[in-house]
């Protein structure tokens, strides 16, 4: 969580001077605005990773505000709030925050409640990096790419799943001849090379080379990325 970029909007002075010196002790940068076309402005210029954001703000409502920050950025929200108002309440998450705290609280509930957040963004962003962008279907003998199920001849799908269940790994082209059920009848290099070029275009026809590398004099290698 070190370094990560707080943008506070709060027209309490004497409250936010105390939050920022507060995340600031816990290795966080903290900027702090009053008014909401400052933070308008800045959100323009800068990048950050979260807002802590009241409600009774001068200009606009808070709950204004945190409608008019979503319609320029996906950044997370946490109402930082007097108002005890269900219904603010309500309108807060529908607005697009992301936490709501109401006040008064101790400034480490806060941080808690900061620490939450990246913590479901880290699980999140690795769930999606771990996720297999193909999956074999032995069962129905099919493969999908991105949660779409390709269009593979049998022959093609042999060849495709013996280089998934191998990734990173050089396959040569007579060992894919030999270990393809479907193909046995014709399993000359020639034809190997064409199944891999009738593959190469289904899975992406823009980049040649993008999954299916090619291993000069020896074979193939498959790349997810």
Known sequence: MTNKKILLIEDDVQ???????????????VSHVTRPSQAISL?????FDLIILDLSLPEIDGLDLCLKIREITDIYIIISSARSDLDD?????????????PKPYSPRE?????????????IS?????????????EASTQISFDEVLLNLTLAEYEILKLLINRTGQTVSREA???SIDSHRFD????????????????LDPNKYDSFIQTVRGIGYRFVEK
Do not use: C, P, T, W
């Open 110 to 122: 806060l941080l808690a409640r900061i620490k939450s957040i990246f913590k479901r963004d880290n």
């Open 187 to 202: 399993s000359g290099v020639e034809s190997i090379n064409i199944l891999i070029g009738r593959i190469r275009k289904k």
């Open 43 to 47: 959100l323009k210029l800068e990048k």
């Open 125 to 137: 962003k690795n769930d999606a990096h771990n996720k297999r962008r193909f999956v074999v279907h």
């Open 15 to 29: 409250m936010a001077e105390l939050l920022e010196r507060f995340l600031v002790e816990q290795k966080l940068q």
């Open 89 to 101: 309440k309500l309108i807060g998450f529908e607005n697009g925050a992301d936490d709501y705290l």
């Open 176 to 178: 894919i001849a030999n």
